[in-house]
């Protein structure tokens, strides 16, 4: 299967860029490029997710991505969320 083929059908299964990147041995901004020109062609198997991870799974998510070192705004733009959010998160993790 070609590389594209890869990330957008991972994509429409609902993985993660990140998971994504890592299963298809690439670097996350190609996924993103990907899915972007995917998005131009008009192919349904990249559109947008925002909003679609649970609450809990997300939170559970960012806390991940925090520590794996990610910075915010790519786990912002990853998973939809602002960065005020992330902050908001860092701020319990530091709290408790």
Known sequence: MRRNELILNLWAEGKL??????????????VYRVLSMARARGDQRAARRIGRLPAMRRRRKIKELIESGKPKEIIAKTLGVTKRRINQIMAEGLAS
């Open 17 to 30: 860029a990140e998971d994504i990147a890592e299963l298809a041995t690439v670097d996350y901004r190609t």
